[in-house]
């Protein structure tokens, strides 16, 4: 027999029907962060971005006094993150700002239960009563895949987002020299990496704009390039010195002549 979310309200002394069940997953607070992101990394910042909510969804947050927050996790999962009681609403003409605290009733199990969103699935506001939910598992502790390693690490752009928020870590701190390659055309580009943010950054540009404001990319259509580490640069290693690595890349791979690099 599946556990079902209500059941689990309903032991705590929590009716269903006080209850809306609220899946984050967008990227409507910052650009480089989504709401995963932001529960892992900074509570506070998750907190603050959930009680900002558009005038268009008032009806929908006012059904239930208790909010039961889930976000989605990069590998598509639902996973419940706490209970918060919304004792009133601010805000401006463009938005509303809701005063939530946190309600502590089943916090043994936030960052360790996840459920099935199931119908629905575009509808992120929804009444506990409505749709209970089935429990699909809860562990011990909240875990992400290991990072496979800068050389095994291969992710087509568009996956780039919902990567694991280690895995973002990893690239944001590491820099080197990268090989974009075209699933359609075949032509690969190398290009390095030494400026802030590391990888990440610098890939974010390509899988946003599709070219990263490069010349060769921008005169091909759009396309999801894959992208790899060809070679990490320590710690000592000067700007200069990556710009000689990228160079012998480039001749190793020919992709001058045979891909999209032209200097």
């Known amino acids: 027999m599946p556990i079902k979310f209500n059941s689990l309200l309903n032991q705590v002394g929590i009716a269903d029907n006080q209850v809306i069940l609220v899946r984050h997953k967008d990227l409507r607070a910052e650009k480089s962060r989504s709401p995963f992101e932001m529960w892992r990394s900074n509570m506070p910042d998750f907190e603050e971005?959930?009680?900002?909510?558009?005038?268009?969804?008032?009806?929908?947050?006012?059904?239930?006094?208790?909010?039961?927050?889930?976000?989605?996790?990069?590998?598509?999962?639902?996973?419940?993150?706490?209970?918060?009681?919304?004792?009133?609403r601010g805000g401006?003409?463009?938005?509303?700002?809701?005063?939530?605290?946190?309600?502590?009733?089943?916090?043994?199990?936030?960052?360790?239960l996840f459920?099935?969103?199931?119908?629905?699935?575009?509808?992120?506001?929804?009444?506990?009563?409505?749709?209970?939910?089935?429990?699909?598992?809860?562990?011990?502790?909240?875990?992400?895949?290991?990072f496979p390693g800068a050389l095994n690490f291969i992710e087509p752009l568009s996956k780039l987002e919902?990567?694991?928020f280690s895995w973002v870590e990893f690239l944001k701190r590491s820099w080197g020299i990268?090989?974009?390659?075209?699933?359609?055309?075949?032509?690969?580009?190398?290009?390095?990496?030494?400026?802030?943010?590391?990888?990440?950054?610098?890939?974010?540009?390509?899988a946003r704009t599709g070219h990263g404001g490069n010349v060769a990319l921008k005169s091909r259509d759009?396309?999801?390039?894959?992208?790899c580490i060809l070679e990490l640069a320590g710690s000592a290693v000067t700007d200069l010195?990556?710009?000689e690595m990228e160079t012998r890349w480039k001749r190793k791979l020919q992709s001058r002549d045979m891909g999209l690099n032209r200097n």
């Open 178 to 206: 990268y090989l974009l390659t075209c699933p359609t055309t075949r032509e690969q580009y190398v290009g390095s990496v030494t400026g802030k943010e590391g990888f990440w950054q610098r890939w974010l540009g390509y």
């Open 49 to 88: 971005y959930q009680r900002e909510q558009s005038l268009a969804n008032r009806p929908k947050f006012e059904r239930a006094p208790i909010w039961a927050s889930f976000v989605g996790t990069p590998r598509g999962e639902t996973v419940f993150v706490g209970l918060y009681n919304s004792t009133g």
């Open 92 to 112: 401006s003409e463009e938005r509303d700002i809701y005063d939530l605290s946190r309600n502590a009733a089943l916090d043994e199990f936030a960052g360790k």
């Open 241 to 243: 010195e990556i710009l």
């Open 115 to 146: 459920i099935e969103w199931g119908d629905g699935a575009r509808a992120w506001v929804q009444r506990a009563d409505r749709q209970n939910k089935t429990v699909t598992e809860i562990r011990l502790k909240f875990e992400e895949d290991p």
């Open 222 to 227: 759009p396309s999801d390039y894959q992208v």
């Open 162 to 164: 919902s990567l694991p």
